[in-house]
């Protein structure tokens, strides 16, 4: 019996042992398999930002030494008017464009949620515009909104309406870039609506309509609640998506008129590389970053408030 006892404790031991060196031959492939991943990071992000971080303390033009410079910087972006008015551009475009994506694509996943003939034409025909170039969707749109001959006042002279110069007006020129926006950005959001709608049990739906639910009931105390997951999602990414716009700032209106449509990636490309401002892009692009992550946080915690409620 005691043998017996020796026998199988020794079979336990050698059985963790091979199962340590599984975990550790393991553990060496994982990462071993992320390694390329990791040093392209540091290589291609981690040490670029780290650079740009000390750049903002410095003043330099590329084709001289680094002079160092402190919060010069930063103290000069406070007086900055030109910067402040592409924070308040942004500002105002972040409030136009989150809450019209969002509710655009649920209203398109919605009608688009259904077993009827031609559906999926559908969904390709809106996700397309979100496989086109910025730039190239921007040149087509500028042509769309041509005061003269645009596609856009054509149909408004129809109907009686003289439109605007779009893009050589302060008052539509943001608006024009909201619309392009939401014309590429719409499809991608309406497919992971659906991904979300698809993801609600039917069983919910039926129950309530056994208890007498009527469609918008089932929409605000079902659909709605099951969303929520992904409308913070889509908020979030399509929030640090708006702080970060450029593309159709650069190529429809170069920031104008009059500074209506600059913002602050637009700016920072502009001071960087056209004034040669190094230092002083680099301390705009930390703070954009540490407003996009306040903004970022600040929804964080509000979400997980409301879940903990």
């Known amino acids: ?74 103290k000069k972006l406070l007086g900055d008017e030109i910067f402040l008015t592409s924070l308040k551009n942004i500002l105002f475009y972040v409030a136009m464009y989150v809450p019209l994506m969002i509710i655009c694509s649920l209203v398109i996943a919605l009608a688009l949620n259904r077993k009827l003939p031609g559906t999926n034409l559908f969904r390709t025909v809106y996700y397309i515009p979100g496989l086109t170039s910025s730039i190239a969707a921007s040149t087509v749109w500028m042509w769309i909104l041509n005061p003269e ?73 079902i659909t709605l609640p099951g969303l929520r997951p992904t409308t913070f ?21 170069q920031g104008g008129p009059g500074y209506a449509t600059t913002t602050p990636v637009y700016l920072i490309y502009n001071e960087g590389f056209n004034q040669l401002n190094m230092g002083y892009a680099s301390a705009m692009a930390f703070v954009l970053f540490v407003i996009i992550l306040a903004f970022s946080f600040l929804n964080f915690r509000l979400n997980s408030s409301e879940q903990e409620g």
């Open 1 to 74: 019996m005691l043998l017996t006892y020796a026998t199988a404790h020794a079979d336990k031991r050698t059985k963790a042992g091979k199962s340590h060196k599984l975990g550790y031959y393991q553990a060496i492939m994982g990462y071993l398999f992320i390694a390329p991943s990791v040093v392209l990071f540091i290589i291609f992000t981690g040490i670029p930002i780290i650079n740009a971080f000390y750049l903002s303390f410095t003043n330099y033009d590329v084709l001289s030494t680094a002079e160092w410079v402190g919060l010069r910087n930063y």
């Open 149 to 221: 001959y645009g596609l856009l006042n054509q149909i408004l002279s129809y109907v009686g309406i003289v439109g605007p110069a779009w893009l050589a007006n302060t008052s539509t020129a943001m608006i024009s870039i909201v619309m392009v926006t939401l014309w590429q950005g719409i499809g991608g959001n309406m497919v992971i609506y659906l991904a979300g709608l698809q993801g609600i049990p039917n069983i919910l739906y039926e129950s309530a309509k056994l208890d007498g639910a009527n469609k918008w009931q089932l929409f605000f105390y």
């Open 233 to 253: 999602f889509i908020f979030i990414m399509s929030m640090i998506g708006s702080f970060q716009l450029f593309d159709q700032a650069f190529a429809m209106t």
